[in-house]
């Protein structure tokens, strides 16, 4: 679940998939649909973003672990032109003693973002 704001604000619903290309560094790319508010109303909006994250404590060492991302999307809003974004992320992922993480991220990317997640990994992984 994120939130974006920018020249409008707007909450997206996101999902995606990420792969290991290194033991602290991930790939993914993710996709989300939502609602932004323009001038008092409700217009759909979606984003696709392509992303590497690094990780502090890919093994899950450590109760927590930061990580920090960039990468590029692109924004669609109702009623405008598909607009493409750089994007620059950081985070903190909570204690997991299943196969699912919690954590924050906040960044830019089109405005300020800040979003909650819940990433599937190994039990020994990040």
Known sequence: MDAIVGQHAGVQVAGGFATAAAYNLRLGVDAGIGLRRPDGGAQAAGRVDLLA???SDPFRRSRRALHAGGGIGVLFEQGAAPRPVAIVTVGVEGR???PWVPGVEAGLGG???VGFTLRRSAATQR
């Open 53 to 55: 994250r690094w990780l």
């Open 96 to 98: 997991s003693d299943g």
């Open 111 to 113: 405005g300020f973002r």
